[in-house]
């Protein structure tokens, strides 16, 4: 009984302990924007706003929310489009060596990430002229996320019933229209799903942007964030915590609305 009781004590010291390395750093970014003198510690406002306006008054921090809003969405509608396009292709069509070229392509997009390719992929924006474009960072990032895109949605495209695509052809619907009347509505929680983990691994790449965008009116909050520093060096904790919680806000929002709507369930949208 006692070592019950020790373990179960144990147990709970470990959750406390979890629990408040996660939750210190969100209680400092909750009130550090609204203390007129921040420092590393938690502590109780001052409710000041004179932050949101240095936040307002800096000629790049709010445009550079804009820039990333932008980047995520387009490389998000990109990469919906073609994986489930894809997985559809993929999930119906038995071609020999399917599986294999599956994984081996989830394989390659592990191991030859955007790091290890960027040369290759530098050269390749100069001689499409890219280079400082919004467009040619979103094919980029699409690129690189399209494979793993595929090999999840397609697991959401094997879970669809067949005979909901034979009923449509029977009468009259093309292969485009099966497709969008019949098989997107059964995997919204599916394309839902990667919508979410596309923006968040857009909304959070530093090293792309600040390689492909040299104009700064151009570049991300990622980016724009890492200059948010005093002169000698030292992170402008005013200008830097207010930043971040404005840079946290569209992705919470964006993550309760698609739990809200789908719950994340990771299954298709048919209740068997």
């Given amino acids: 009984m006692t070592r019950f009781v020790a373990g179960r004590i144990g147990v709970y010291t470990l959750i406390a302990v979890l ?29 000041t706003l004179e932050n949101f306006q240095t936040i307002i008054e800096h000629p790049y921090a709010l445009w550079s929310l804009v820039n990333s809003l932008v980047l995520s969405i387009g490389t998000a509608v990109l990469v919906v489009v073609l994986s489930a396009l ?26 030859i990430t955007g790091t290890a390719a960027m040369v290759p992929l530098f050269q390749l924006a100069i001689e499409l002229n ?10 980029i990032l699409s690129g690189g996320l399209l494979p ?16 909901y695509e034979e009923s449509a052809r029977v009468f009259g619907a093309s292969p485009l229209q099966i497709v969008v ?17 596309t923006v968040a691994n857009v909304w959070g790449n530093f090293l792309m ?16 964030m890492y200059t948010l520093y005093t002169e000698g060096g030292q992170a402008n904790l005013k200008v830097l915590s207010t930043f971040g919680l404005l840079y946290s806000i569209p992705v919470v929002i964006m993550y309760l609305f698609v739990s809200k709507k789908y719950g994340f369930r990771f299954h298709g949208g048919i209740k068997r």
């Fill in 181 to 197: 009347h019949v098989v997107v509505p059964l995997v919204r929680p599916g394309l839902a799903t990667i919508a979410v983990w």
């Fill in 19 to 47: 629990l408040a390395f996660f939750t210190i750093p969100l209680l400092w970014l909750a009130t550090a924007p609204f203390t007129s003198d921040p420092s590393y510690e938690v502590s109780l406002p001052d409710f």
């Fill in 148 to 163: 793993a895109a595929i090999f999840m949605i397609k697991d959401f495209m094997d879970t669809t019933p067949k005979s």
């Fill in 86 to 111: 894809a997985a559809y292709a993929l999930s119906r069509v038995r071609l020999p060596g399917r599986d294999a070229l599956l994984y081996a392509l989830l394989l390659l997009s592990s191991i």
């Fill in 130 to 139: 890219l280079i400082d474009s919004h467009t040619g960072l979103i094919l």
């Fill in 209 to 224: 942007p600040y390689l492909l965008l040299s104009d700064v009116d151009k570049q991300p909050a990622a980016v724009i």
